[in-house]
């Protein structure tokens, strides 16, 4: 039914592990958008946006032999608006975190959101929001987290740097506070940073 999330393993001599298997278990609708982050033990977890009810984003864990963990999990509780953009970064330990773009949650126009994880994959704390500055758009997400668990987020911000689009960042500890606020990152300011 529509787009599916799949996924192939490799060797790191580029040989194909097995064949390709499906990563989503909800088929309505789609599934689409999809990213992946993996460890150094060989632990993986693949995020993506589904249009299934309830509309979202979505998660499946995997081990290094490439079974899944658990079921296929929600990342974005049911809000009312559209999340798009996931990107998603893990740690040593399984820990990992994901990013993305809220479509009006913010209060004007797309703004940036994250939920960090466990290794045995729980949600800790509850979604924070990345950006504070809201005018506009901010979109494009990335992320990155550390093996304490810490972690960084980063995005375009449209016309916060005084020309079109900036890129903006902020940093979080492991429970999900923040530990300043967001920070301009470019100093290069003409015309089109992303």
Known sequence: SGWGVFGRRYDGSGNSIGGEFPVNTTTTNNQLDATIAMNATGEFVVVWSSTAAPAGLYGQRFDQSGN??????????????SQDDPVVAMNDSGSFVVAW????????LGGIFAQAYDASGNAVGSVVQANTYTTNWQQTPAVAIDNGGNFVVAWESLGQDGSDYGVYARRFDATGTPLDGEFQVNTTTGVIQS
């Open 101 to 108: 773009r809220d479509w009006g949650q913010d209060g004007n």
């Open 68 to 81: 899944a963990v658990d079921g296929e999990f929600q990342i974005t509780p049911p809000s009312g608006y």
